[in-house]
């Protein structure tokens, strides 16, 4: 079933895909809220969250110490990259190190790697926690998760702007060159999904309003939940994927938006992960003259592969 947030206009695909229950064969496209709308009872909110809201774990809101955040391979990583295109070579995947990046499909570029620590998983998972019990107001995290916190909300947007502009994006250019067009990925909607036997236990098949996500467990005991992969949504030849993911804590996998994806139902436990969904300002919210959209339309396929997040008109 597809919920939609008050704000969230659901598509004729989303509608009919709320009435189908043979939701394996139609993905709906998620999406979040438009950064360019966000409206003055958000900023609101944030200013009061600022004000009233005692953190737990206040070190968690700042980068200032990459260390105890992220795993020591995966710094590593990011030094070579950013080494690499300082002096001018192009960096290439076979230079990371040995052990850092698992490719999990060629064909749909799909990747998996140790990202955050664990330490740094547990302590979001109990600030999370303490938000939800201090009464503020909470938004739900986008139009088919009901339970979960919006980071970029809550106060975590400054260091999660540092996160991609220092850490993801440059491994994000070197692993979907496509996405390096103007500032590469340049902004995201960053969210915790919530999974528990008494709330939502699985998510439906579904593609992402980003160019890229990041999808990080952080715990905390769970049993299922894996995660499915049924191929690209604008590529039929690989629609007969069929790939199943477990989770693992502060291990991130990576993959392309249009990437169609499901959770598996957990059996047991919670679920908590940390979803990015990156995305490229030129790709979205450059105006293209009537001809341009034409070619572009007859080049995708796909007319809503622009204007994500506007809603749509019929
Ligand atoms: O449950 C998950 O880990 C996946 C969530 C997801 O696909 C999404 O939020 O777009
Ligand atoms: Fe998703």
Request: overall charge negative; aromatic content about 8%; proline content about 4%.
């Amino acid at each position: 079933m597809v919920v939609a947030e008050a704000d969230t206009i659901l598509t004729d695909e989303e509608r009919n895909a709320s009435d189908n229950d043979e939701e394996d064969s139609k993905p709906v496209e998620r999406r979040a809220i438009d950064p360019a709308k966000i409206n003055t009872m958000q900023i609101e909110k944030l200013a009061m969250i600022t004000e009233l809201y005692k953190p737990l774990h206040s070190e968690l809101y700042d980068l200032n110490d990459p260390a105890s955040m992220l795993e020591p391979v995966f710094l590593e990583a990011v030094e070579s990259i950013q080494a690499q295109t300082e002096s001018g070579v192009a960096a290439e995947i076979s230079s990371l190190p040995a052990s850092f990046l698992t490719c999990l499909s060629e064909a749909t570029r799909l990747y998996q790697f140790a990202m955050l620590r664990r330490e740094w998983c547990l302590k979001l998972v109990e600030e999370l926690q303490h938000f939800e019990k201090s009464g503020m107001p909470l938004a739900r995290p986008n139009s088919m998760n009901n339970y979960g916190t919006i980071l970029n909300d809550i106060g975590f947007l400054p260091m999660l702007n540092e996160l991609l502009a220092y850490h993801l994006n440059p491994l994000c250019k070197l692993l979907y060159p496509a996405w390096d067009e103007g500032g590469g990925l340049d902004h995201h909607h960053t969210f915790v999904v919530q999974y528990r036997m008494a709330e939502d236990r699985e998510l439906k098949f579904h593609f992402d309003d980003a160019e890229v996500t990041l999808n990080v467990c952080l715990g905390t005991e769970f049993t299922g939940g894996a995660l499915y992969f049924g191929g690209l949504f604008d590529a039929p030849e690989t629609h007969d994927e069929s790939l199943a993911v477990q989770h693992q804590l502060g291990r991130a996998t990576l993959h392309l938006g249009k990437h169609r994806h499901a959770a598996k139902p957990i059996t047991s436990g919670e679920r908590y992960n940390m979803i990015m969904w990156m995305r490229n300002f030129c790709k979205r919210y450059h105006t293209h003259s009537e001809a341009e959209r034409d070619e572009d339309q007859h080049h995708h396929g796909h007319s809503h592969e622009h204007g994500h997040g506007h809603g749509h008109s019929h």
